[in-house]
């Protein structure tokens, strides 16, 4: 069974708002990682966090990592459309990554 | 900077052939990691390679087999295909532990008749 799970599995929102996902995992992490990947293509890496850290942000993108509650939550902050994608994180431990079934987001224009 | 390269893109197969897929790992990365996802799934973990070496396996029967090479290019292999291996294999390169993240490859279409 897969490490993580996310929430929600789908997203809907209009362009500008802004777009919160979800991650759980099961067992103990070095880093998480969120990827987005595009209509079944290769996954692109968005951001890491380690275990010892508890914000994160690059861009529009703001990740939060919570080890006592095993569950880290992507921001994305004034969506476009081309952030219509699925997205998925990755719990990270001895350098096995282990990726949940993704949210999938779609941003309305 | 090359980034990483997988051959085939598609691939249309006969129950019970035998396939072998390809990567080309991004320069400077040592370790391979080898992810197979279904359609409306997450990427399940097969195996990861470091120096030529398989370093973890996920849940998966010994019918998939790689290999590393020098160059630390990669290969995955499946013999005795089944319906149920159609799926996007995709193929991941990283420095060592993965501590910076994984720079995947665009996946390889495998489909199972």
């Known amino acids: 069974s897969q490490q993580g799970e996310e929430d929600p599995q789908a997203l809907s929102i209009q362009e500008g708002e802004n777009a919160t996902m979800n991650c759980s995992y099961k067992?103990?992490?070095?880093?998480l990682q969120w990827y987005r990947q595009n209509s079944g293509r290769g996954l692109v890496h968005l951001i890491l966090?380690?275990?010892?850290?508890r914000e994160k942000h690059s861009g529009r993108l703001r990740v939060t990592l919570d080890t006592s509650k095993k569950s880290s939550s992507l921001l994305i902050t004034a969506s476009r459309a081309a952030d219509t994608a699925s997205y998925f994180c990755?719990?990270?431990?001895?350098?096995?990554?282990?990726f949940g079934d993704g949210t999938t987001l779609t941003v309305k224009p | 900077e090359t980034g990483v390269t997988q051959s085939p893109t598609h691939l249309i197969k006969t129950r019970g052939q035998q396939v072998t897929l390809r990567c080309s790992s991004q320069?400077?990365?040592?370790?391979v990691s080898w992810y197979q996802q279904a359609l409306g799934q997450g990427p399940q973990f097969i195996f990861q390679?470091?120096?030529?070496?398989?370093?973890g396996r996920g849940n998966f029967p010994p019918r998939f087999s790689g290999l590393q090479f020098p160059n630390y290019s990669s290969e995955l292999n499946v013999n005795a295909l089944e319906l149920d291996d159609s799926a996007l294999y995709l193929c991941?390169?990283?420095?060592?532990?993965?501590?910076?993240?994984?720079?995947f490859g665009s996946g390889t279409r495998l489909t199972v008749v």
């Open positions: 990755a719990s990270s431990n001895a350098g096995k990554s282990t």
């Open positions: 067992t103990s992490i070095n880093n």
């Open positions: 966090i380690r275990s010892n850290e």
């Open positions: 320069s400077g990365h040592n370790t």
């Open positions: 390679y470091y120096r030529e070496e398989e370093n």
């Open positions: 991941a390169s990283s420095f060592v532990t993965g501590g910076s993240g994984y720079t």
